[in-house]
């Protein structure tokens, strides 16, 4: 997720996955997972009992979308939120329809 104040960027570097935080005074954080905006705490707090290094794909996104519901206000949709996977093939974007799917199969 992108928000004004900070942003994130992810990608691989030597076959290995990063993700980086970078906040408004330009300092920047390396993180396995991690959360941002409102309600981040409990994201992170979340992050820190569910994720572990050997996750696979579907599980991932399936964590992710739990950590997006800890600080969720309101019904959560495949139009009110964007999934982005980030592979050694490159980053794309989930569509609405397979989003819809992994909501589908959390509930």
């Keep these: 997720a992108v928000v004004s104040t900070q942003s994130t960027g992810a990608g691989f570097d030597d076959e290995v996955p990063y993700l980086v935080q970078c906040d408004p005074s330009g300092a920047y954080f390396a993180w396995k997972a ?3 905006g409102k309600n981040h705490i409990n994201g992170k707090t979340f992050l820190e009992k ?3 290094a050997d996750l696979e794909l579907e599980d991932a996104v399936h964590t992710a979308i ?3 519901k800890e600080g969720f206000e309101g019904q959560m949709t495949e ?4 999934i982005g996977i ?5 980053f794309r974007k989930l569509t ?3 989003i819809k799917d992994y909501l589908a199969a959390l509930n």
Excluded: H, P, V, W
């Design 96 to 98: 609405r329809s397979e």
């Design 34 to 36: 991690t959360a941002m």
């Design 66 to 68: 739990l950590t997006l």
């Design 86 to 90: 980030s592979t050694t093939a490159g």
């Design 79 to 82: 139009d009110n939120i964007e």
């Design 50 to 52: 569910r994720y572990n």
